[in-house]
């Protein structure tokens, strides 16, 4: 079946730090990749996607790249800031037909401290 | 932790009907949540379903359509009414314990 792993934190930075978070992913087919944020209180917001190899997704100074030698789909950031403080959660979809349509990793508690 | 069921783990249904899908989970919790992914999309947060509260909905869902139910603090249904193909999706329900988020295993279901 399908996995994720990602390392579960929490992960404490400094405000302006270099974020890496790393996911690594287990598939039968050729998933889309996703990274989701969870605000305290709140429910996953979709933070950004690849759907194919290469593809580099990037949303509000986050990237990620997919990785198909490596399966990987690791989540970085350059200089982070305080308001990125939340839960991250590495996931994959595999809505082609899988038996595990939707798979997550446990989440990356991630604290910036100013 | 939390562990969550879903039942059923998938159906297909014909256009015009309702499926209720169900949602347990082995401990008690306050915060649930109903996500759908359609096909080639991203999940979407449905409503956030409290016990002893109304559920909250999102824009773009409205309650006659799918409507929540959450008894108490272990299980939780939310209802497709009057599906359409636009609803074939997998439904998630997700739960938030002790600042942890677990994800049930999904409800995929094909609307013909």
């Known amino acids: 079946g399908n996995s994720v792993t990602q390392m579960e934190g929490p992960v404490t930075l400094s405000e302006e730090a270099f974020l890496t978070i790393n996911c690594t992913y287990t598939?039968?087919?050729?998933?889309?990749l996703f990274w989701y944020v969870q605000y305290p209180g709140e429910g996953l917001q979709l933070l950004l996607k690849a759907t194919k190899a290469d593809d580099k997704g990037s949303n509000k100074g986050f990237e990620a790249t997919y990785r198909k030698e490596t399966t990987s789909f690791h989540l970085e950031k350059g200089s982070v800031q305080v308001s990125d403080s939340a839960v991250y959660f590495c996931?994959?979809?595999?809505?082609?037909?899988?038996?595990?349509?939707?798979?997550f990793g446990k989440g990356t508690h991630l604290i910036i401290q100013p | 932790s939390a562990v969550i069921s879903q039942k059923p783990s998938r159906d297909i249904c014909q256009r015009g009907t309702s499926l209720t899908i169900q949602c347990q989970v082995d401990s008690q919790v306050t915060m649930m949540f109903w996500y759908r992914q359609q096909p080639g999309q991203s999940l979407t947060l449905i409503a956030t379903a409290n016990q002893g509260s109304e559920a909250t909905y999102e824009s773009g869902f409205v309650i006659d359509k799918f409507p929540i139910s959450r008894p108490n603090l272990t299980f939780s249904t939310l209802t497709v009414s009057n599906m359409s193909p636009e609803d074939s999706s997998i439904y998630l329900c997700?739960?938030?314990?002790?600042?942890?988020?677990?994800f049930g295993p999904g409800t995929r279901l094909t609307v013909t």
């Open positions: 997700s739960v938030e314990d002790d600042r942890k988020s677990y």
């Open positions: 996931a994959l979809s595999d809505l082609g037909g899988g038996a595990d349509g939707l798979t």
């Open positions: 598939a039968t087919g050729y998933p889309s």
